[in-house]
């Protein structure tokens, strides 16, 4: 089974500052790594994904993310935050063979600050 | 990018009723669908896993009495909360993998009153 662990429950930041929010995985076998955030009172929009290939990933909004395999770590960095970044932030796993479901960590909390 | 289509997309119920929320692949088949729910400030949970035809695989802790899915098609699972109770109150979000990518639907907001 796989595992995620969201380091950090909460990540305040000021404007323009950078950001990473760690993420860590656990899993027997190869994986497919997602970040998705969360707006209040809204649903799931995925951010970047990794699959295979390179494992620097960049995704939407300016956020990218580096697979380490050895550290088993996906960590999401953005070089200069905006108070438009404010949310939930999810990792998540699955196995790497497609439809499987995901397994989410329990979200770290991006406030930026003005 | 493929399309979920998730409806209702929020929805207040009374205590005891049931509401079906559908969940449909509009430009992809889907054999399999899964069912998330989240409660307010928490993580989402796999609660079902939905196989076209067959029976639903429910994870440990959820009711499956209480939590009906059906997958008629390739295109469309349905989940029904029987009997709600407030406690019920949360969001749900289904999704489905196509080309090795997994998508969400928009997600429905329940609310048990």
């Known amino acids: 089974a796989q595992s995620v662990t969201q380091l950090d429950s909460q990540v305040p930041v000021f404007e323009e500052a950078p950001v990473e929010l760690r993420c860590n995985y656990s899993?027997?076998?190869?994986?497919?790594l997602f970040w998705y955030v969360q707006y209040p009172n809204q649903g799931l929009q995925l951010l970047l994904k990794y699959l295979s290939g390179s494992t620097l990933v960049k995704g939407i909004n300016g956020f990218e993310a580096e697979f380490n395999k050895s550290q088993t770590s996906f960590h999401l960095r953005k070089p200069s935050v905006h108070i438009s970044d404010t949310a939930e932030y999810f990792c998540a796993v699955s196995r790497n063979s497609g439809n499987t479901p995901l397994v989410f960590g329990k979200g770290t909390r991006l406030s930026v600050i003005a | 990018g493929a399309v979920v289509s998730q409806h209702p997309s929020r929805v207040i119920c009374k205590s005891g009723t049931s509401v079906k929320i559908e969940c449909r692949s509009l430009d992809f088949q889907a054999t399999t669908m899964f069912w998330y729910r989240q409660f307010p400030k928490q993580s989402l949970m796999l609660m079902a896993t939905?196989?076209?035809?067959?029976?639903?695989?429910?994870e440990q802790g959820v009711e499956k009495d209480k939590f009906l899915i059906n997958h008629a098609s390739l295109t469309l699972s349905t989940l029904t909360v029987t009997s709600a109770h407030p406690e019920d109150s949360s969001f749900y979000i289904c999704s489905g993998w196509t080309w090795n990518t997994i998508y969400f639907g928009e997600g429905s907001w329940l609310t048990v009153v």
């Open positions: 939905s196989n076209e035809g067959s029976k639903a695989t429910y």
């Open positions: 899993s027997s076998v190869s994986v497919y």
